[in-house]
């Protein structure tokens, strides 16, 4: 059965005001189409969780759709601050942020002991860290098997993941290469889980590949098939991240009246995503156009 839908049915079916929304990519294959679809259905009082925020949150929570931020390394890629977070946090303008944060890799093990089913998913990295002390949901256990103690986090389990993806079948069962962050385990922690992908391809093309399948169709709700949906980030093979647009968003994030605007023009000033795509031209791409690099085939066998 064909999992295919649109991205405005895709936000429509799944994503309520007050959930805890995952949407990652770990600096490759963020789903920013899925975020300027959530700004324009105008959810609110979402509860959003990212390994490194990145310019995606700022936006949803300059779009007014976000009032608490589960995340990591609180920053634009490399590229600079994010200012409106910064306004939200520091001087609670126009209205407090509520933040919760781990390292990345306290991160992981949350989506871990979500994707697994663990009341808590123990780690080594926070010894000698601040963070135990501003995060009273990162707690210090007793070792059950034996002396000391050990760092534990509570495990994450959003009611709908967001990730993006080079391709799927109609089906679902997705296929990524390059940095693939934790698109699995947060798709395996949610209790919806919804794929945006550049292309659809033929089940024979996923299943002479399997390896490359990272997301199964049992754990996919929804595919959302759209070509450059994680603009301005990059996706490996496909094109390359927007340096310059990262750049720019510093100088737009800094000022909330520029920032306002841009939301205005890019993305409520859109119908979808396909409109965001023709605003930018179709010029636009011949600095992000990446060359082929094909990797070798690979002989899986079979019995003869």
Known sequence: MSKVV??????GMYVEDGMTVCLEGFSHLISFAAAHEIIRQGRQNLTL??????????????????????ASFFASGSAGSLHELRRRIEHHDPVA???????????????????????FFPLRSYAGSDLPRLNPRIRLVDDPYGD?????????????????????DRHGNVQIWGISGVQQEAVYAAKKAIVVVEEIVDDDVVRSDPNRTLIPS?????????PRGAHPSYVQGYYDRDCAFYRRWTAISKDSGLLQAWLKEWVHGTANHDEYLDKLGGNYWDDLAVAPRLSEPVDYGSRK
């Open 148 to 168: 000391g103690t050990v760092y534990v986090v509570p495990p994450l389990n959003p009611d709908v993941t967001i990730v993006h993806a080079q391709r799927a």
């Open 6 to 11: 649109s991205m405005a049915d895709a936000v």
């Open 97 to 119: 942020l509520e933040v919760e944060e781990y390292s990345h890799y306290g991160m992981v093990c949350r989506y871990q002991a979500g994707a697994a089913g663990l009341p």
């Open 218 to 226: 049992h754990a996919v709700d929804a595919v959302v098939v759209c």
């Open 49 to 70: 969780c990212r390994m490194t925020p990145d310019i995606v949150s700022d936006q949803l929570v300059a779009a007014g759709c976000v009032t608490k931020l589960v």
